[in-house]
């Protein structure tokens, strides 16, 4: 049985994004491979979040492309998943939230609660799955949201700044679970400001200042030899937040 086709890499040519009369996203080129975890990283309002947003297809590019190497939007759907910075989880337990997305994704009634439970206990809640989703704490919203996506095994998963709201224990532990999912094949495409965040998870980053692509690079050489004047400042605090 020949085995189902990828749908990275993706490539991005050109794309800008423009809103309101302003241009949010400007003329970024790159091309993103499976293997490697990406952190997108840049100050708050510098365009990582619609950047995600229209690698996920959220939104449409004003111009440019965005081409992945399956084109079935079918398969694209299937195969990536994107988790939000507040998770937008239903009015139902942590179980059904799960299997919801499962009876989305056209798995058979009878193995979907097995594998929602199977999500469960990989991000550690097993003992909420009854408990209503949105009365959890941050965190453990967080890790449904994660969970939820867990069970759908994506080819592809976007985090956009998964913990920017959470405490530093919670933090840990969605880390934890994002490392699982590297370490399990999928890859990760995540934003984040957060300087020692990028150290711990990322492969390579992705370096975006008021919505251009200033660098592209191994973390390593990203921290040691920034080669824009752009990123060398981010890194040394000097840098506006907003």
């Known amino acids: ?31 993103l491979a499976a293997g490697p975890a990406t952190v997108i990283l840049g100050a708050n309002g510098a365009g990582k979040s619609v950047l995600m947003r229209l690698m996920h297809g959220l939104l449409a590019p004003s111009s440019g492309s965005i081409r992945w190497s399956d084109p079935d939007a079918g398969r694209l ?8 910075q ?11 939230n799960i299997t919801y997305a499962l009876q ?9 609660e ?19 989703a949105r009365v959890l704490s941050g965190g453990e919203q967080q890790r449904v949201a994660l969970a939820r996506a867990w069970a759908l095994h994506p080819e592809v998963l976007f985090l956009d700044e998964p913990t920017a709201s959470l405490d530093p224990g919670a ?35 992705l370096f975006v200042h008021q919505g251009r692509l200033a660098e592209s690079a191994p973390v390593e050489a990203f921290f040691k030899r920034p ?4 990123a060398a400042a981010f890194i040394k605090g000097e840098l506006p937040w907003t």
Do not use: C
């Not at 080669?227 to 752009?230: C, F, I, V, W």
């Open 171 to 205: 933090t840990r532990e969605i880390e934890a679970v994002i490392k699982a999912f590297d370490a399990a094949g999928t890859k990760i495409v995540m934003a984040t400001h957060n300087l020692g965040q990028a150290r711990r998870l990322a492969d390579e980053v």
């Open 227 to 230: 080669a824009s004047p752009e």
């Open 86 to 96: 507040r998770p937008v989880l239903l009015r139902r337990s942590a179980l059904a």
């Open 77 to 84: 759907r299937r195969n990536q998943a994107m988790v939000f």
């Open 1 to 31: 049985m020949a085995a189902a086709p990828r749908i990275l890499p993706v490539a991005l040519r050109e794309v800008s994004f423009s809103a309101g009369g302003r241009t949010i996203i400007d003329r970024i080129s790159f091309e």
């Open 114 to 132: 097995a594998l929602a439970f199977e999500a469960l206990e990989s991000v550690g809640l097993p003992h909420l799955a009854h408990r209503p």
């Open 104 to 112: 989305l994704a056209r798995v058979a009634r009878a193995e979907r």
